[in-house]
């Protein structure tokens, strides 16, 4: 395996630009997105499936004055084909008065560094062994009555974009994973549970016996779970759960949702939406960053951003389009999927308390801790929220026996009011967080 052609596929890029400008677009934009991925699953010591993929998807999207048109394909055979398709379906589009490119002075014109490609390449064997070491960790955890599977991989892949008023830009990223799941208990008492770790760079990934070894841990402490009582109480949220809230509150502020009017946060720019001292950011220039990049699905160079400062909303997540709409400016936050672009948040941070998970613990009388949640139960109109749930009950400041079948509910606004961050955040994924404490939820059991 090879470090992709970053080169020839800026030119594959560009001709496509050219080439949509001489059927007849007034502008347009093409990228190419790249990569290249490889894993192993293993389960009782054996190897239960290897996967390569390696694959092209060349997208063009190009616009007819107000009207635009997105194709997109895996094989690049000619450029001039695709290009008059594209214009073909433009001509006869309704028109947008927001669409167009980003505009020229919101290009980036300088690229980060931000540390994102590891040059290392695993093989099968090596991902192998990594996987089989997290396996034979949980399965030597006391309890574990048998594995659930273990898996190893590493991808890399990129972006290549070229537009018509002169952008050319690309970059590459890896990416390394290992996960382990294990099962404990028997029959109708038997509990599963997973961990995992994953990275940009190979030499910053958990060791993977530590993955397998809390894999085993988080399943045992499942054993011989209770019901729990149906009150109003604190529900504190563990980080590998708690970044679904902040997931929340990034879709509710993603600049299409709030100009479709479908967002429960449309009329809260501005105003406190979280607790006095409550910082939430989002920063693409994170070196090492799991959604690090240098520029935007537009080209468009993105800073980083407080989303919200002290409680208070500070910002939508905006591509051009969006922003024009809402008669704002992109602040870099478009994403491509194939041809076609929206909005979206990079490395999103709730940043840390300064009181630590026990201490906060220790002063809830009674409480349900969160370590896993089911189902999709969120209004993003309305922000009512209500999910399956499992956990550890809280009480008298103690965590306790397990709890399962359990439903959290309450409404977004009034989570993001009384939500309290502990100083547990660990920088590892594309949405990180601390603990997270609201007070006041619906606890019940099913």
Request: hydrophobic letters at 40%.
């Amino acid at each position: 395996m090879e470090i992709l052609d970053q080169s020839q596929l800026t030119d594959r890029a560009t001709a496509l630009v050219e080439a949509a400008k001489a059927a007849g677009a007034d502008a347009a934009d093409a990228a190419c997105l790249r990569g290249i991925s490889l894993s192993v699953e293993v389960r009782d010591g054996k190897t239960e499936e290897t996967q390569r993929a390696e694959g092209d998807d060349f997208a063009l999207r190009v616009f007819v004055g107000r009207r635009t048109a997105s194709v997109s394909a895996n094989i690049l055979t000619d450029p001039a084909e695709l290009a008059e398709r594209a214009v073909a379906m433009a001509k006869v589009a309704p028109e947008d008065p927001y669409a167009g490119l980003a505009d020229l002075a919101a290009l980036a014109s300088r690229f980060a560094d931000l540390d994102l490609l590891d040059e290392t390449m695993p093989d099968v064997d090596r991902l192998t062994a990594a996987a089989g070491k997290a396996e034979d960790a949980a399965l030597g955890v006391k309890g574990v009555a048998k594995s659930a599977g273990a898996s190893a991989g590493w991808s890399l892949g990129g972006l290549v974009l070229a537009t018509s008023h002169g952008f050319t830009g690309s970059y590459l990223r890896s990416r390394f994973m290992v996960s382990a799941s294990a099962i404990a208990g028997e029959g109708t008492g038997m509990e599963r549970d997973y961990d995992y770790d994953s990275r940009v760079f190979n030499a910053d990934l958990m060791d993977p016996a530590e993955i397998g070894r809390s894999a085993g841990e988080r399943t045992v402490r499942r054993l011989d779970p209770d019901r729990i009582d149906t009150g109003r109480m604190t529900v504190v949220f563990e980080p590998r759960v708690a970044g679904s809230l902040v997931g929340h509150m990034s879709a509710a502020i993603n600049g299409a949702a709030v100009a479709r009017g479908t967002s429960f946060l449309r009329d809260r720019l501005g105003t406190k939406v979280f607790a006095d001292g409550v910082r939430i950011t989002d920063d693409p220039l994170r070196p090492r960053g799991a959604a690090s990049r240098p520029f935007d699905g537009e080209g468009v160079a993105g800073t980083p951003l407080d989303l919200v400062r002290d409680g208070v909303l500070e910002t939508w997540l905006l591509d051009s389009a969006t922003a024009r709409e809402l008669g704002l400016a992109t602040n870099g936050r478009a994403r491509r999927g194939g041809g076609n672009l929206s909005p979206g948040a990079t490395n999103l941070t709730l940043e840390p308390g300064t009181a630590s998970p026990a201490d906060l613990i220790g002063g809830i009388d009674k409480g349900l801790l969160v370590t896993e949640l089911i189902g999709h139960g969120v209004n993003p109109v309305t922000g009512d929220y209500s999910r399956g749930a499992a956990g550890f009950a809280i009480e008298n400041g103690k965590v306790g026996r397990p709890v399962s079948e359990v439903t959290v509910a309450s409404n977004l606004t009034d989570m993001f009011a009384a939500l309290q961050p502990a100083n547990d955040l660990e920088t590892r994924y594309h949405i990180n967080t601390p603990t997270v404490f609201v007070e006041g939820m619906t606890v019940a059991s099913a």
